[in-house]
């Protein structure tokens, strides 16, 4: 039996993948256009500066994949970030020589804890995860306020390992620098991904929060599940705030500010589904750089004013989410049907046959 | 009202109407007729087409052929507010009333001919006037938060009078009420009935029909086949037009010995749900669970499967009493439940047929390190697709890509392979087509011949009485008979089911 060209893209690429190699082709276009209204776009300065601020957001889309894919959503995480950078930051001033692997163990522990305060919350308190986060959000920085007595960390008071490590090329291509905070990036996302694809607990956040009814009747802990995720995000965010204060080095109470909007949305660019149960760690890390791309690139284009990049990215996050429930339905549809259609073709050559 | 009286021309006519989804012959040439001041009883059996009929008199489903004639003029009615403007209006079972709006708010809803502005004061007057038409006291100014199923109806009475309905349906209205709620909402029926509203009442209850009805019209299978004024049709006459469905070919059982009992159960209840059911399943035996729509039978099901636990009563395995308080209880007791709601209890859409298949017994495919054994997995899912002929490109496809038919395998399998010694089965061919139905019987057939115990609950009565060793019928929360494969025939079960006299446990 030959299978038509139609049968061979139906068995092999699923409607969700198409959203994935879209972000691709989406973000191959804009490097195109604008390296024609840019000079010098085109050079690896550009790219070694975007991954170094796609890096924190990638980082807290990831955790944040994980919570939307439970039909939930975590706000407080740029408040975690600001947090975990601040306190230690601080901690840091003090006891110089500290490892730096409990250094960053530190902040994944600390960061965790604070997710599970959420988790908490929603699971067992049955909080929707919207207010739940809202509240936590306003009361980790708040928290922050009252630590700092609005005093900030300073670059001079750092180990000077922590200030570097942004800036050390791990390799070099060209004009192109391999950066760390880039590689845990996506250290963290490979991780993440293998996780989702195979653990049991991976498995269960999609079946969680695509039903939530059905996942319990087949005997999921769907409460400690959904915990886990929000803890996992809080423990992901404290690593993006560790990475905030390598980066920046200056922490304010402001740290992170507005962080938790840029994760949201470059999941939901990334087209994990905001109703949960749909989205791959690599979408969300593609949503992120793309997000990056067009801030950064924006910022370089002297006609587009700093009110109408953030216009120009609401934008995107309203096309994306529009997009997914219009754009997909009819992927999926006209899918279903090539399938459907192939299926009526191999039952009847079948029925010839035997 | 005797005949003298009546206004000759009906109010509606239904006149040879069909209705067709996909495989199934919903209405096939129905008629039913209203006349003002009467009490029209609608009976039949699951699927006779008794809610479609309703559907297409109310504007939500359009017939295929046929024509609906109002005040002698034939109408199209497209939609519910075109009923609503004819007249026509129907209530249901459940209510819908908004609860946090007051009573007097639920009733002017969907009053748009009042302006802008909601004037208040004649709002109150208005709908206290309405309640007392009805002899009903309510507050009309408590939110309808509170209120009882009872008196939710009596709002949404109030609303369909509020608009001028001269055609009432009532959709099992009784069917949450007390035995005084019941007969409160009798009241208010005849009063409407004086008042010239034709009511159209559906129930599942002879006693409630031959009480309060003037004519009385039986479906089956889509078709009329009766309407009779009451005092002329006998009970027994009814129940027999009701059964007798046209099954076509069905699956022939193999008949054999069953083996020890798997699972007893004795008064097992839940307040307020079901009460008393005793039964013993043995290995290899099918135990269908008939009765009406609301006879409780999934709750039952949901129980044993530890979704909404028991709170009385006792079951055991083997002998041995087993406490059920969830879903991983059942499953450590050998139960599945392979659940009536496909999508929202069932299936996860979007993940993968293979994915799906192997969701409840994760832990089997979870290697040494904590990874999912995806190889096994798809070898299982190979496994089933072909033993269960599910129909599918890919084992790798979404389980939402799939049609309600191979759903309902993928969900079957799912069950199967957690290796269950009782399986419960909840309605597993419904909405399914005549070939995937075949399937599902050939493979009750098979797991009962390997020695599974299997528990059929089906509102397809010529399914039950097929498939079945034995059955048990259920009554509005209660056990009303369980028969022999011999002994249940359409006529008895479904008198056990309509709670006649004469129908007793054998």
């Not at chain 1, 900030?152 to 180990?159: H, I």
């Not at chain 2, 199209?76 to 007051?102: C, H, K, N, R, T």
């Not at chain 2, 209120?147 to 369909?160: P, R, S």
């Amino acid at each position: 039996m030959t299978a038509g060209p139609v049968s061979i893209v139906t068995s092999r690429v699923r409607p969700e993948q198409v959203r994935e190699a879209s972000l691709v082709v989406i973000i191959a276009l804009l490097i195109v256009f604008f390296a024609t209204q840019i000079d010098g776009y085109l050079s690896g300065t550009t790219f070694t500066r975007i991954s170094a601020s796609f890096a924190i957001v990638a980082v807290l889309a990831v955790g944040q994949t994980l919570v939307v894919l439970t039909r939930n959503v975590d706000l407080s995480v740029g408040s975690i970030v600001g947090l975990i950078a601040y306190g230690v930051g601080t901690l840091l001033g003090s006891f110089q020589d500290l490892p730096p692997v409990l250094v960053i163990g530190l902040c994944l522990v600390l960061g965790g804890v604070l997710g599970a305060i959420n988790g908490v919350i929603v699971s067992w308190g049955r909080v929707p995860a919207i207010v739940t986060t809202l509240g936590t959000l306003a009361i980790f920085r708040v928290l922050l306020v009252e630590l700092s007595g609005s005093k900030t960390v300073t670059t001079e008071s750092l180990p000077t390992w922590v200030v570097d490590l942004p800036r050390v090329d791990l390799l070099t291509i060209g004009t192109l620098d391999i950066r760390p905070l880039v590689v845990i990036a996506l250290a963290v996302a490979v991780v993440f991904q293998l996780g989702l694809r195979y653990l049991p607990f991976g498995r269960r956040l999609f079946a969680i929060g695509s039903n939530p009814d059905g996942a319990q009747l087949v005997g999921m802990p769907v409460k400690r599940d959904v915990f886990l995720a929000f803890t996992l995000s809080g423990a992901l965010a404290g690593l993006a705030g560790f990475m905030f204060l390598s980066r920046f080095g200056n922490i304010t109470v402001a740290a992170g500010l507005g962080l938790e909007l840029q994760a949201v949305a470059a999941v939901v660019v990334g087209g994990v589904n905001i109703f949960g149960g749909i989205g791959s760690i690599g979408g969300a890390v593609l949503g992120a750089f793309l997000i990056d791309l067009l801030s950064q690139s924006l910022t370089r284009m002297e006609a587009v004013s700093e009110f109408t990049r953030d216009a120009l990215l609401g934008l995107l996050i309203l096309l994306a989410v529009a997009s997914d429930s219009v754009i997909l339905a009819r992927l999926r549809a006209g899918w279903q049907s090539a399938r459907a259609r192939e299926m009526a073709r191999r039952e009847t050559e079948g029925a010839v046959v035997g | 009202m005797t005949d003298e009286q009546r206004d000759p021309e009906p109010i509606i006519e239904v006149r040879g109407v069909s209705r067709r989804f996909g495989s199934t012959q919903a209405l096939d040439g129905a008629s039913l007729s209203l006349y003002p001041g009467e009490v029209h009883a609608l009976i039949g059996e699951n699927g006779a087409g008794k809610s479609t009929l309703i559907k297409v008199m109310t504007g939500v489903e359009q017939p295929d052929t046929g024509e609906l004639v109002v005040d002698g003029q034939p109408r199209s009615i497209a939609s519910a507010l075109d009923a609503q403007a004819l007249g026509i209006v129907a209530i249901y079972q459940e209510p819908m009333v908004f609860p946090d709006l007051s009573v007097a708010e639920n009733v002017f809803i969907s009053h748009r001919d009042r302006g802008r502005i909601v004037n208040r004061g004649q709002m109150q007057r208005d709908s206290k006037a309405v309640f007392q038409r009805l002899g009903v006291e309510l507050d009309i100014e408590q939110p309808a938060r509170g209120l009882t199923v009872a008196e939710q109806q009596t709002v949404e009475i109030a609303k369909a009078l509020s608009l001028n309905a001269r055609v009432l349906i009532m959709d099992e209205p009784t069917s949450s009420l007390s035995a005084n709620e019941t007969r409160r909402l009798f009241r208010i029926v005849e009063s409407l009935r004086q008042s010239g509203v034709a009511v159209l009442f559906i129930s599942h209850r002879m006693d409630e029909v031959f009480e309060i009805a003037d004519r009385i019209t039986i479906l089956r299978d889509g078709r009329w086949i009766r309407t009779a004024r009451r005092g002329e049709l006998a009970r027994d006459v009814a129940i027999r037009d009701m059964v007798g469905r046209d099954v076509g070919d069905f699956f022939k059982r193999s008949r054999h010995e069953p083996g020890p009992v798997v699972l007893e159960v004795r008064d097992l209840g839940l307040s307020g749900v079901f009460d008393g059911i005793s039964f013993a399943v043995r290995a290899g035996e099918v135990l269908g669970f008939a009765g009406l729509v609301g006879a409780r039978r999934t709750d039952v099901g949901l129980a044993l499967f530890g979704v909404a636990p028991a709170n009385s009563g006792t079951i055991e395995i083997d002998g041995k009493p087993v406490r059920i308080a969830s879903p991983n209880h059942a499953m450590r007791h050998g139960i599945a439940y392979a659940t009536e709601d496909r999508h929202g209890f069932g299936l996860v859409l979007p993940l993968s047929i293979a994915a799906n298949l192997s969701l409840p017994s994760l832990s089997r495919y979870t290697g040494p390190a904590g990874l999912l054994k995806r190889a096994d997995e798809a070898a299982t899912a190979r496994e089933y697709r072909d033993r269960l002929s599910i129909r599918t490109a890919s084992i790798e496809s979404p389980a939402g890509s799939l049609s309600g038919g191979n759903q309902q395998k993928v969900m079957l399998g799912k069950w199967l392979n957690t290796n269950p010694r009782v399986l419960i089965l909840d309605e597993p061919t419904r909405g399914i087509d005549v070939g995937a139905k075949a399937d599902v019987h050939r493979i009750i057939d098979d797991l009962a011949k390997a020695g599974m115990a299997v528990i059929l609950i089906s509102s397809d009565l010529p399914e039950v009485l097929n498939m079945s060793d034995r059955v048990l019928v259920m009554r509005e929360g209660r056990q009303t008979a369980v028969f022999g494969h011999e002994a249940a025939t359409a006529e008895a079960v479904l008198a056990a089911a309509m709670g006649e006299a004469g129908a007793t446990a054998a």
